[in-house]
Every structure is written in C-alpha cells, then in structure tokens.
C-alpha cells in the first residue's frame, strides 16, 4: 500500500510533521508512507489558473495523490480551524476529483486537541467526496508534550492511537 501523508503545518519543527513522520516507521508492514512536502509551494487557488494548464506544483500533488492508495492527513488548528495552506491544497483537487472515493485517515494535533480543525478537515473531505476510514480519525490534545526533542513521539497512547489509525486506513484500502 503506497500512503501520501500530508502535514498541515509549513513549520519546520511542527508537531503535525514529526507525527507524519512517526507514521512512517508506525505503519503496517506493506504500507510505504510518502510525506509530501511541499505544501508551501501552492499558489493560492484561482478556478482560472485550473485545468490542464495548472501551475506544475499542482500538477506535482494531483499527481501523488492519484498514485496512491490512501492518504493521511494531519493538521494543526490555526483560528478554530485547519490553516489556510491545507485548505488551498484541498481546493486544488476539487475540479480534477483526486480524492474522490479516495481512502483516507485524518489527524487534528494542537495544545486543545484541535476538534474544531478537525471538524473543518472533516467537512472539507467531505465536499471532495474522499471516503474517511472507519476509526480514521484522531484528536491528539496537548500534542507538543507528547513529541520529544528530537521528533519522536514520547507518548505510547499516540503510538497506539497512530498505530490503530494506520490499521484503520489499511482496512479502508482493502475495502474493509
């Protein structure tokens, strides 16, 4: 199974990355997690700059979602709600249809756990028409304190709540 993982935060030393990170080495066995890293290079989203002459990074996402099995997304809240930049990516998959019936797990992770960004990822997937795992998805409340210094999540609730989420997207894509 072939996962695009995306991080909702463009920092660096984000929460929201060290725990796609951690995915990586939390995943099941045939599960090969990508991290997509350049959220960041998005131009704002603009219905005339769409269609099959769209800027290349956008074709460079369309392009990673269509070649994977299933996506992972996980977001930090920014004003009660997912930040701008995760949302603009998602704008851009609404005319091409990529996460259309596409398996998906989702993650809020904030100092207050981030159930309002959460809701609005939530929502958003739902207008794309993305079809959310069963148990695929998760609210990490005070989520700095459970990723240590160097990246690694500190916390084996996390990991056992990262590692059922994973298992929930495997069971989506099998068809579960």
Known sequence: MRILAISGSLRIS???TSLVRAATTLAPENMHIMIYTELGTLPPFS????????????KELRAQIQSSDGVLICTPEYAYGMPG???NALDWTVSSGDLHGK???AISASPGGGERALASLLLTLQALNAKVAEGGTLSIF????KVDAH???ADEATVKDLKAIL???ARAIAGE
Request: charged share 25%; no cysteine.
């Open 151 to 153: 990246g690694n999540v």
């Open 167 to 169: 298992e929930a997207l």
């Open 47 to 58: 219905p005339e700059l769409d269609g099959d002459d769209a800027p290349a990074s956008v």
């Open 14 to 16: 984000s929460t929201n």
């Open 142 to 145: 005070n989520a700095r304190a």
């Open 103 to 105: 398996p998906l797990v």
């Open 85 to 87: 930049s995760l949302k």
